[in-house]
Nanobody, 125 residues
């Protein structure tokens, strides 16, 4: 099973930017579709973005479209989430997720089964 470690969270002002990173180890990274989820206090964990095995396909939840970009570097076994124009409602713990996938399409969100420990993102107004 792949192991995931997130980094890059922190405190940022409204309108600012952060880039989250997730380093994977333990298996062949390019066999896994990758995703980012988040959980705000008192709320359920929600899908943010996903990227296919090759990086050729990406999907986003509506609230982050045009502001967030997911990407991956298979040579570095790392997936990224570039977050721009941050809003207070983006405040949450962000989790990296992985699923072994059989093609280069995007899996359903329920198929993500391996999780990192999370990194806190706080957007202050």
């Amino acid at each position: 099973q792949v192991q995931l470690v997130e980094s890059g969270g922190g405190l940022v002002q409204v309108g600012g930017s952060l880039r989250l990173s997730c380093a994977a180890s333990g298996r062949i990274f390019s066999n896994y579709a990758m995703g980012w989820f988040r959980q705000a206090p008192g709320k359920e964990r929600e899908f943010v973005a996903a990227v296919s095995r090759s990086g050729g396909r990406a999907g986003y939840t509506d609230s982050v479209k045009g502001r967030f970009t997911i990407s991956r570097d298979n040579a570095k076994n790392t997936v990224y989430l570039q977050m721009n124009s941050l809003k207070p409602e983006d405040t949450a713990v962000y989790y990296c997720a992985a699923t072994f996938y059989y093609n280069d399409y995007l899996p359903a969100t329920a198929e993500f089964r391996t999780w990192g420990q999370g990194t806190q993102v706080t957007v202050s107004s």
